[in-house]
Structures are given as C-alpha cells and as structure tokens.
C-alpha cells in the first residue's frame, strides 16, 4: 500500500519550483529590477525636487510626450524619413561592403591598392565629414544616406574582409584539388567562411548606421528624429528629446537582437567553433 505525501512536500515542490524559475530566467529578472529600480529612483529624485526636470525630464513626463507624439500623429512622419534614409544608406552600405570585402580579403594585389583608403576613411569621423558631404549632396535626404553609408560601409567590408583571410588554407587546397574554379571557391569555400564575420559586421554596422542618422538629421534636415531631437533640444524640451533616445535605442535592441539570431545560427560555421 502507497504511503500518501508528506503535507511539508507541498510547500517544498513550490519552493523548487520558484527556484528553477529564477535560475533559469536570473540575468533577464536581474535587469528588469535593475531597470525598474533606476526609473523609480528616478521619478522619486524629480517629484521631490533632488534634480532639475528641466535638464533630465523624468519617466512619467517622457511617457506622456510619447502618446502624445503619437496621439497627435506628429511624429510618424519624422519616423517615416528616419526609416527611409536608415534602409537606403545601411542597405547600400551592405551591397557595396560585402563584394568589396570578399573581393578584399581574397586578391592580395586589390587589398593593397584600396586598404589605405580604406584605413583612411574608417578612421575619420564621420562628423568631419559632414559639411563636404552636404557640399556634394545638399540638405536633402541624398546626404543622411550619405553619412549613413559612409558611418556603416567601413565595419561590414573590414569584418568580411577578415573572414575571408581566416579561411582555412586547408579546404582551399581540398577544393582546388578537385578542380574547383575560383567561381566555385568563392561560392563554395569563401562565402560560407566569410558569413559569421560578415554577420559581426552587419551587426556593428547597425549601431555606426543609427549614429549616422542622428548625426546627420541634426546637422542640415527638415524632418527625421535627429531633426526632432535637435529642435526640442534648443526649445528646452527635455522629455521629447528622451523620447527620441528612447525610439533610436529601441530599434537599435530590436534589430540588433534579429541580427544576433541570425548570426546564432551561423555560429557552427565559425572556424574555432566546438560542438
């Protein structure tokens, strides 16, 4: 005959049970505390006046310069411009960075002719760049695509660069062994050692492109989030510049998380990889 449970086991699998929760969700529970924390802490400084609101806002005033933003409908075309000059100038910079990086990293003759271009132009600011760039292009959005390539062009062609010079010398010699042209090898051998990198590149891009975007809307625009911010800045209008912060970081996560999953699963293609 079964013995019935202990009553005390109850409370214990219930314990267990919590446990194993936090241990398996503890670095996503730690941040959200750590940021509900912060903006608590934060409200409380302002609403009994330990800092200025003026100079830092607070969260219940940003959150309610957003609906209002969007009630109102007054920034989506702000957000439509910065959208647009976002997938026009990173995706030109990935057309034009990939090729040129494979081509890059596998001609040694063509690697040394451009790479102190390269070298130059990765290394200067980008915001140096700027009154030559509207110069060239004027204060449309010609020139925020501008800046934006040239703010995102440099860490996606220097990262497939340095895949396709990680190549193992080994499946190249197996390939040429077998009577592969150099079409194949770059279809076969190159590309696919060069995607993980190719991927780290695209990814720190994302952060130069949205960088470029600002930048650029606040220097010489008539619409966009840079603009947005730029014009509640001078008004002193602190919660709507935080809410273009907050919009610029959100889709910097969102897009950089997409990326991240992407590159997850191209990580066994990684030459140190260890299965």
């Given at each position: ?138 204060v449309?959005?010609?020139s925020?695509?501008?800046?934006i ?22 499946f190249?010699k ?101 299965s």
């Amino acid at each position: 005959m079964s013995s019935s449970a202990s009553p005390a086991s109850a409370p214990t699998r219930v314990f267990r049970s919590r446990h194993s929760l936090w241990q398996r969700n503890e670095d996503f529970l730690l941040g959200f505390f750590a940021i509900l924390g912060f903006l608590i802490f934060w409200e409380v400084a302002v609403a009994q006046a330990w800092i200025n609101p003026l100079f830092t806002s607070s969260p219940l005033r940003i959150v309610r310069s957003g609906y209002q933003a969007f009630a109102d409908g007054s920034i989506y075309n702000d957000l439509s411009v910065s959208a647009i000059e976002f997938a026009l100038g990173y995706g030109l910079a990935v057309i034009v960075g990939v090729p040129l990086g494979i081509l890059m990293g596998w001609y040694r003759r063509l690697n040394a002719l451009l790479e102190p271009f390269v070298n130059a132009l990765y290394a200067t600011p980008r915001i140096a760049l700027m009154p030559l760039v509207i110069i060239w292009f004027g204060v449309d959005m010609s020139s925020k695509v501008a800046i934006i390539f040239l703010s995102t062009v440099f860490p996606i062609l220097v990262n497939t660069m340095t895949g396709v010079r990680t190549i193992d010398r080994d499946f190249v010699k197996v390939a040429r062994s077998f009577g592969a042209s150099d079409s194949q090898l770059f279809l076969t051998v190159a590309l696919p050692s060069s995607v993980p990198n190719l991927l780290t590149g695209l990814r720190l891009g994302l952060g130069h492109a949205l960088i470029g975007i600002v930048v650029g809307e606040m220097y010489g625009a008539s619409a966009g989030i840079g603009y947005m911010m730029q014009m509640a800045g001078s008004t002193f209008q602190t919660d709507r510049v935080m809410v273009g912060i907050i919009i610029i970081a959100a889709a910097g996560m969102a897009l950089t998380h997409v990326l991240k999953m992407i590159e997850h699963r191209f990580e066994m293609w990684r030459a140190d990889h260890r299965s």
